[in-house]
């Protein structure tokens, strides 16, 4: 079946890298997704990453993927305030890529 | 931003009213979907439309129809609003044959 886990709350300083993890038990994932939503706001896309690639770098993101441990992660170096949001992993499996959403990862980053 | 609307973005209702939730693309994209985020379980997907009149349900869709008579409008409607449907209703687009699916602004319905 499919479930997307991820740890609920993440805190880090100014200046810090963050990383978020996230597991997935469906093999067939396609896609894989980081999405961020700051309070009260919709979700943003932040990067994805296909399932055949082990990892993708963009800015101050980098998303790694291990297939085998069904693990994914997301960096974000030089972690900001702004960076403050929860973050979203997610996999897209089926045709018409509907997406199965993990709990989400709240980031707290303190001056 | 993608090109996406919400309407309304705030609703208070009561137990057993009908409520329709709009969402409108200037995107011109084939897929649609609908979601509701709910403290502790994230985005589930409601129904999602793979074309006008092309719609299919997803995990959480008792309790809601959609309807999609043309392609920029992906329509959600409560039938009887429940206390359980209190939630924040998120639309999203992708265009066909991409990977990329985009968010609107969300619904906050709240059923009283």
């Known amino acids: 079946g499919e479930d997307v886990e991820q740890s609920l709350f993440l805190s880090v300083r100014e200046g810090d890298s963050s990383v978020i993890n996230c597991t997935y038990t469906?093999?067939?994932?396609?896609?894989l997704y980081w999405y961020k939503q700051e309070p009260g706001a919709g979700l943003q896309l932040l990067t994805y990453?296909?399932?055949?690639?082990d990892m993708k770098q963009d800015q101050r993101l980098t998303v790694l993927l291990n297939k085998k441990d069904k693990h994914l992660s997301l960096r974000i170096a030089d972690t900001q305030t702004g960076d403050s949001a929860i973050y979203f992993c997610?996999?897209?499996?089926?045709?018409?890529?509907?997406?199965?959403f993990g709990k989400g990862t709240m980031l707290l980053v303190s001056p | 931003d993608a090109g996406i609307t919400q309407s309304p973005r705030h609703k208070v209702t009561e137990t057993g009213t009908p409520v329709t939730l709009r969402c409108h693309q200037t995107?011109?994209?084939?897929?649609m979907y609908w979601y509701r985020q709910d403290p502790g379980h994230g985005l589930r997907l409601i129904h999602y439309?793979?074309?006008?009149?092309?719609?299919d349900k997803g995990e959480v869709s008792d309790g809601y129809s959609v309807s999609r008579s043309k392609t920029e409008d992906f329509l959600l409607t409560l039938e009887s609003a429940t206390s359980s449907q209190t939630s924040v209703y998120f639309c999203?687009?992708?265009?066909?044959?991409?990977?990329?699916?985009?968010f609107g602004p969300g619904t906050r319905l709240t059923v009283t």
């Open positions: 997610a996999e897209s499996i089926r045709g018409y890529s509907t997406l199965t």
């Open positions: 469906d093999s067939s994932s396609t896609y």
């Open positions: 990453i296909f399932s055949n690639m």
């Open positions: 995107e011109n994209h084939r897929y």
């Open positions: 439309s793979y074309g006008v009149k092309d719609t």
């Open positions: 999203a687009i992708m265009e066909a044959g991409g990977y990329e699916q985009y």
